[in-house]
């Protein structure tokens, strides 16, 4: 498939060249948005939508509609709250033995990760949500390692065990909830289920892809993604229009739902774009493809083009940054 028509195509299934009709059919669509930075994350909603501000999508947290989570390769993820569970159920197995290993690099021994899963689920038991900080002091409080990378771990653990969801929104940062304080109940998926829902559900905004692209996207190995999109069948509509030019923020799910980003980004500027250390900054792009970067200081957004833009499209996102600033407002 030509680039041209791959860009095309995975901007439409993600909603990038039609908005969604709200964040949570945004969300649902691309099944799970890498959140570490929760800033980001909302920007990508507003990337697939029209009219809303961080605002809502903070009220669909604090509501209960939208939750985050150490999900699918182990980074924080939104998704609806309806999928959070089965994909939890999925993919944390797999994260567990590291997060062990982690937490034993930062000082806290077996016997003390599961000293502080309980005091976590019992101080939000009594207290409600917490947020990080408010939850590091419970810990140290009780004798537990909570300094430096050690507290995320420890929190990351509870998560991965299913007993804390990140939810409510307190001051503009996430807290953390018990999972069945928060969550509806739901009955557990068997794998064999689960597998092709995963694999259902990702092709609906991404495809065209592959289980490559899969297994790297969800953090799962290459047999399981292949046995998953076994059962499915990947649409093959008549190609749609190239998507408008967009400002898509840092760790955007179009920069991060394939394993090679090559048809977005020239290789020329993958540098600019990925200069490593884990680092995929925001992009603008123009008919689907990386055109420059941007960033937000003292309220206004800096474009870095990687060559001059044409007119209409230097207009459209000059269009597209006021509705960051708004967005953000």
């Known amino acids: 498939m030509e680039p041209e028509e791959l860009r095309a195509r995975r901007a439409a299934a993600q909603h990038l060249s039609e908005p969604a009709a709200g964040a949570r059919e945004a969300v649902g669509r691309l099944l799970a948005v890498q959140a570490q930075e929760l800033r980001a994350a909302r920007l990508a ?4 939508t029209r009219g809303l501000t961080a605002g809502h999508i903070d009220g669909e947290l604090s509501g209960g509609s939208l939750v985050v ?6 980074t924080l993820h939104l998704v609806r709250s309806e999928d959070y569970r089965w994909l939890l159920a999925l993919t944390a197995p797999a994260r567990l033995p590291a997060n062990r290993r982690r937490l034993l690099q930062e000082g806290v021994p077996a016997a003390a990760a599961k000293r502080a899963v ?9 207290e409600g949500p917490l947020t990080r900080p408010e939850l590091g002091e419970r810990l140290r409080a009780e004798g537990i390692r909570a300094e430096g990378q050690a507290l995320p771990h420890l929190l990351m653990l509870v998560a991965l065990r299913g007993l804390a969801v990140l939810g409510p929104v307190r001051d503009g940062r996430l807290a953390f909830a018990l999972a069945d304080d928060w969550l509806e109940p739901a009955a557990p998926v068997e794998r064999d289920a689960a597998l092709p829902e995963l694999a259902r559900r990702y092709l609906a905004g991404h495809g065209p892809a592959t289980a490559a692209d899969l297994a790297r996207w969800a953090g799962l190995p290459l047999r399981e993604a ?3 999109l076994a059962a499915v069948t990947q649409a093959t509509a008549g190609t749609p229009p190239a998507p408008p030019p967009r400002l898509l923020p840092a760790f955007d799910p179009y920069m991060l739902g394939w ?28 008919g689907g493809q990386a055109a420059g970067t941007w960033t937000l200081r003292g309220g206004e957004v800096e474009l870095q083009p990687f060559a001059s833009f044409a007119p209409d499209d230097e207009a459209a996102l000059a269009g597209e940054a006021e509705d960051v600033v708004r967005f953000l407002s």
């Open 69 to 74: 989570g150490w999900l699918l390769r182990g």
């Open 118 to 126: 309980e005091v976590v689920r019992e101080a939000l038991a009594a």
């Open 259 to 286: 394993k090679d980003r090559g048809f977005a980004v020239p290789p020329e500027q993958a540098r600019r774009v990925h200069p490593g250390g884990g680092v995929l900054r925001a992009v603008a792009t123009v």
């Open 226 to 228: 292949r046995a998953g």
């Open 45 to 48: 909603v507003r990337a697939r």
